[in-house]
């Protein structure tokens, strides 16, 4: 009787993480192009931001959280205890953002959780995907079957890269008059 309980709740909790893990990488496909007022409406100001140059900044949107969650074992040795299925603590949403739209959304940090990678970085664009907003890729069925909560999407491609303008050999050059 133990057993059966027992493993209902661990996969209860191993949903949450699963759902969590999902919802942050479908917030990489459908946040792509969302505007920089709508991102801020929902996600809140970010708590840094970095100016790459006259079209590209990045916005950082941190979350630390104080627990790491998971049975902690205490055996008697030197240091303490052992986590054993524990989850992440810390989570760094990084949007790049090309002409005040997000042109990508990254994750770093210690935020995997107990099933599925980047699930503490839900509660960051949680509310955005609650309530989407109208510059977001629409919610359906083709884009959340492009999301895992086992692997991130493919990134995004690249920015374009512009090059300065190459002077050909048929150019007139104006000469410069001296004094």
Request: net charge neutral; hydrophobic share 35%.
């Amino acid at each position: 009787m133990r057993k059966p309980f027992l493993l209902a709740t661990l996969l209860t909790l191993a949903g949450c993480g699963y759902s969590d893990s999902r919802m942050a990488h479908q917030a990489q496909i459908n946040m792509e192009g969302m505007t920089a007022v709508d991102l801020q409406s929902c996600a809140g100001v970010p708590d840094k931001t970095k100016k790459i140059d006259d079209h590209t900044e990045i916005f950082t949107y941190n979350l630390k959280n104080d627990s790491s969650g998971g049975v902690e074992v205490t055996l008697p040795i030197v240091g303490g205890g052992y986590t054993i299925g524990g989850s992440g603590s810390q989570c760094a949403a990084n949007f790049r953002m090309v002409d005040n739209k997000v042109a990508a959304l990254f994750y770093s940090g210690n935020n995997d959780r107990t099933v599925g990678e980047d699930g503490i970085c839900a509660p960051i664009i949680r509310g955005c995907m609650r309530r989407p907003q109208s510059s977001m890729i629409p919610l359906d069925d083709e884009t959340r079957a492009l999301s895992s909560g086992f692997h991130q999407p493919p990134a995004p491609p690249p920015p374009p890269v512009t090059a300065a303008p190459v002077l050909s050999d048929t150019t007139v050059r104006m000469p410069t008059v001296g004094r």
